[in-house]
């Protein structure tokens, strides 16, 4: 169903106000592209989003949901429908259990860099591996993202979710099934809330953890132009993506204004005005050339959304 006046009128009243309509998605990723949503909303309360859900399910409206936009790329066309911003859900809790075990609650908007820094300031450890992943903490669930050997899942305890009605549905460890970068949700769910697994940890243990983590992104990952992380999975452990790339020769390589990075050749940068027809074109010539020369077929880890299909 395509979004009328009538349906921003509501969903305007119904966020009251939180909202902005034809927005370049650009503003919103760390790519810095994408072309236009209908409308972005952003609740600020779980009860909020939950309305929202539920309406947008009745009239049938397209909706996508976006955490911080590190691991996205929206295409030029942009998003017909709605997009749902998760970033001013916020909560952080942790909660000893006895003296060596605790539980770090988040609320999907709370910003993961904020989640692991609490963790290990409080002298809890379980995260530390993965400090340097951007976004939210709903983005690094719903993405099982993951660094240093250990991913998101492996630490959860459990899930609060709502159903594509708002519905609120919880799911314990057991009912959880992941693997490399992903997270298998319920149909359209949206993570609200988590809760992870910590144990206590030595503070010298965990700072050289930290510093360990720090030292495999140092100067090996380009900071300084807009990206989404790493383009594609890694086929294996033993055979990453970046060192496929690279030996096939495509650091630097340019089409309009997205160039595989010189320093890591699973990043793609923006230098300044790419779109994401550059940067899909880029994809695909690295994509062909693969199987080309490898037999590989690469498989992408940025989520493409928008355009004709998400
Ligand atoms: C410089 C850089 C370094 C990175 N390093 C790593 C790394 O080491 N390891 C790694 O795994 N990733 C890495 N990433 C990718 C990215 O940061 C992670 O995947 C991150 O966890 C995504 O969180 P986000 O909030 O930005 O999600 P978004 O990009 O906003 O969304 C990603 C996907 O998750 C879905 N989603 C988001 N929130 C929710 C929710 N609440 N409920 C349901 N679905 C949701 C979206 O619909 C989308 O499909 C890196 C990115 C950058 C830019």
């Given at each position: 169903m395509?979004?009328?006046?009538?349906?921003?009128?509501?969903i305007?009243?119904?966020?009251?106000?939180?909202?902005l309509?034809?927005?370049?998605?650009?503003?919103?990723?760390s790519?810095?592209?994408?072309?236009?949503?209908?409308l972005v909303?952003?609740p600020?309360?779980?009860?909020?989003?939950?309305?929202?859900?539920r309406?947008?399910?009745e009239?049938?409206?397209?909706?996508?949901?976006?955490?911080s936009?590190t691991?996205?790329?929206?295409?030029?066309?942009?998003?017909?429908g709605?997009v749902?911003?998760?970033?001013?859900?916020t909560?952080l809790?942790?909660?000893?259990?006895?003296?060596d075990?605790?539980a770090?609650r988040?609320?999907?908007?709370q910003?993961?860099?904020?989640?692991?820094?609490?963790?290990?300031?409080e002298?809890?450890?379980?995260?530390?591996?993965?400090?340097?992943?951007?976004?939210s903490f709903?983005?690094?669930?719903?993405?099982?993202?993951?660094?240093?050997g250990?991913s998101v899942?492996d630490?959860?305890?459990?899930l609060k979710?709502l159903?594509?009605?708002?519905e609120?549905?919880?799911?314990g460890?057991?009912?959880?099934?992941?693997?490399?970068?992903?997270l298998?949700?319920p149909?359209?769910?949206v993570?609200?809330?988590g809760?992870?697994?910590?144990?206590?940890?030595?503070r010298?243990?965990?700072e050289?953890?930290?510093e360990?983590a720090?030292?495999?992104?140092r100067?090996?990952?380009?900071?300084d132009?807009?990206?989404?992380g790493c383009?594609?999975?890694?086929p294996?452990?033993?055979n990453?993506?970046g060192?496929i790339?690279?030996?096939?020769?495509?650091k630097?390589?340019?089409v309009?204004?997205?160039?595989?990075?010189?320093?890591?050749?699973n990043?793609i940068?923006?230098?300044g005005?790419?779109?994401?027809r550059?940067?899909?074109?880029?994809?695909?010539?690295?994509?062909?050339?693969?199987?080309?020369k490898e037999?590989?077929d690469l498989?992408?880890e940025?989520?493409?959304?928008?355009?004709?299909?998400?």
């Amino acid at each position: 169903m395509k979004l009328t006046p009538r349906h921003i009128d509501e969903i305007r009243k119904l966020l009251q106000g939180r909202v902005l309509t034809d927005v370049p998605l650009s503003r919103f990723t760390s790519f810095r592209i994408g072309g236009p949503a209908d409308l972005v909303a952003e609740p600020d309360r779980v009860e909020t989003l939950a309305e929202l859900l539920r309406y947008l399910h009745e009239e049938k409206i397209p909706r996508i949901i976006l955490g911080s936009g590190t691991n996205v790329l929206f295409r030029d066309e942009g998003v017909r429908g709605v997009v749902v911003r998760t970033g001013s859900l916020t909560g952080l809790d942790v909660h000893a259990n006895g003296s060596d075990d605790a539980a770090v609650r988040a609320a999907a908007g709370q910003p993961f860099p904020v989640v692991i820094s609490k963790a290990c300031k409080e002298g809890w450890s379980g995260l530390e591996e993965l400090w340097g992943i951007p976004g939210s903490f709903g983005g690094a669930v719903a993405t099982n993202a993951g660094a240093g050997g250990i991913s998101v899942a492996d630490r959860l305890i459990s899930l609060k979710l709502l159903t594509d009605r708002g519905e609120e549905l919880v799911l314990g460890r057991d009912d959880l099934e992941y693997g490399y970068r992903s997270l298998r949700l319920p149909a359209d769910a949206v993570v609200v809330e988590g809760i992870a697994r910590l144990r206590r940890g030595d503070r010298d243990a965990i700072e050289s953890a930290l510093e360990a983590a720090r030292a495999r992104r140092r100067g090996r990952q380009p900071s300084d132009r807009p990206s989404a992380g790493c383009v594609f999975k890694n086929p294996s452990p033993e055979n990453p993506a970046g060192a496929i790339i690279d030996r096939l020769g495509f650091k630097g390589m340019t089409v309009g204004g997205a160039q595989v990075s010189p320093l890591h050749a699973n990043f793609i940068v923006n230098l300044g005005n790419a779109r994401a027809r550059d940067v899909l074109e880029l994809i695909e010539t690295v994509r062909r050339t693969v199987k080309e020369k490898e037999n590989i077929d690469l498989e992408l880890e940025i989520r493409v959304m928008g355009g004709g299909r998400s």
